[in-house]
């Protein structure tokens, strides 16, 4: 059985657990800041990194250890640095890529916090940054320079769920000289792996499906060991390293990312077959539906469609908010991730400080709504959105 290779279901469970010293079945919290040498030449060594060992929780953590470990398994990445947020995971990945006078290349679809990060914060520090089509190859390779660095994407996009060739981005990325970061957040390891498909490094917010239950913020940054040097450089210095008990909850949550997004990806399926039939619904955005434009891309690329579905409907604003006010089980948040059911309107939430003009031309109407599908019974989440099934 040496050889036998675990099944990514399996890596879930039981990769990563190595630091059990009382041969506890369940993963300990270490909360502690520092660490005890036996001697001082013991800690001289461990401060010379002739001996391997903690030091001091901003630099290594056993409990943030052994989540790194896990999702690094599941990634397929040599290496993983966790982070106390997702955001401070895209700044770490930054940080370690890109110096000031360099360029990136993002799409414009990304999360609304990283354009804010891309376009406003790094901007003050020298960083430029082009937005382009997430969608259209020719837009990354014109954008290009000479000190282009880093292409950021994030697939599927939120909320329009438009997807984009990871494998052919990464080969126009490496002839631009650059590496290319995706932020696998929506999809997971267990539905999507950039990293097989060529990206260079894998962003996360651990917030979301990694936890699976809404409880804690954090993030991960994963890729070859030579590209992390920098970005773990970054974070022991400056400091959004996760916290023990972060991580432990994330280390819980990995246990059952399969079986969860499995069971996203079902519901959101049924859920997203379904609103296509409603007559208060004009248009439904899933990769999983063949309707999808690029449904054969989804399929080739992600394990299943993933468990965020959007859908215009007919009416506007005024209609959708009807939708979101009239629901009793579905949560108002604009999170996503959780074994709740959330519903948001993009428009008026994540998506208000972008300009009506942008917004109209990224497809954003003021009728889209979106629902992250939870782990509730289909036909309860359903049954909350009975208002689709006339016109609104
Ligand atoms: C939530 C989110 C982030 C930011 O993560 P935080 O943990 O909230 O900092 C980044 N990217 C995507 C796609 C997200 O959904």
């Known amino acids: 059985m040496s050889d036998h290779q675990w099944h990514p279901e399996t890596l879930s469970v039981r990769a990563g657990s190595e630091h059990t010293p009382y041969g506890e ?18 800690a001289a060594a461990r401060f010379g990194g002739q001996e391997p060992g903690n030091i001091y929780s901003r630099f290594t ?3 943030v250890t052994m989540f790194q470990n896990k999702l690094a398994a599941l990634e397929g990445a040599e290496s993983c640095v966790a982070t ?19 360029h990136v290349v993002a799409s414009r679809s990304i999360f609304g916090t990283s354009v804010q990060l891309f376009s406003n914060i790094l901007k003050r520090w020298g960083l430029e940054t082009t937005f382009v089509s997430l969608t259209d190859p020719d837009e990354w390779r014109a954008a290009s320079k000479a000190n282009t660095k880093l292409f950021f994407v994030e697939t599927p996009s939120n909320p329009l769920t438009e997807i984009c060739d990871i494998a052919l981005l990464a080969d126009i990325a490496h002839e631009a000289g650059a590496l290319l970061a995706v932020d696998n957040c929506f999809c997971s390891p267990a539905l999507q792996k950039p990293l097989d498909l060529g990206a260079d490094i894998v962003v996360h917010s651990a917030t979301k499906y ?34 023990a ?31 296509e039939q409603q007559p208060g619904v004009s248009r439904v955005y899933y990769p999983g539906l063949a309707s999808h434009p690029q449904h054969a891309l989804a399929k080739k690329q992600q394990k299943s469609g993933g468990a965020i579905v959007s859908f215009e409907v007919k009416g506007g604003q005024e209609a959708a908010w009807r939708l979101i006010d009239a629901t009793k089980m579905i949560s ?35 009728g889209l709504v979106r629902i992250a599908v939870g782990l509730e019974h289909i036909d309860d989440i359903k049954a909350d959105l009975a208002l689709l099934s006339k016109s609104l």
């Not at 079945?25 to 036996?38: G, H, K, P, Q």
Request: net charge neutral.
């Open 25 to 42: 079945n369940s993963e300990a919290i270490f909360l502690t800041s520092s660490f005890v040498f036996s001697n001082a030449a013991q």
């Open 61 to 63: 953590n056993p409990t």
């Open 84 to 102: 106390s947020s997702g955001m401070s995971a895209i700044l770490a990945c930054v940080m370690g890529v890109c110096s000031a006078g360099d």
């Open 210 to 243: 990694i936890d699976g239950q809404g409880r804690c913020l954090g993030g991960a940054v994963l890729g070859r060991k030579d590209v992390l040097e920098p970005v773990y450089g970054f974070l022991r210095t400056a400091g959004p390293t996760m916290s």
């Open 245 to 275: 008990f972060n991580a432990w909850v994330f280390l819980k949550g990995l246990e059952t990312l399969h079986v969860r997004m499995d069971a996203h990806a079902r519901n959101a399926l049924e859920l997203a077959t379904w609103l």
């Open 332 to 366: 108002i948040t604009a999170n996503l991730g959780d074994a709740k059911s959330t519903i948001t309107h993009p428009a008026t939430t994540t998506h208000s400080r972008v300009s009506p003009e942008a917004r109209a031309a990224a497809g954003i109407g003021d």
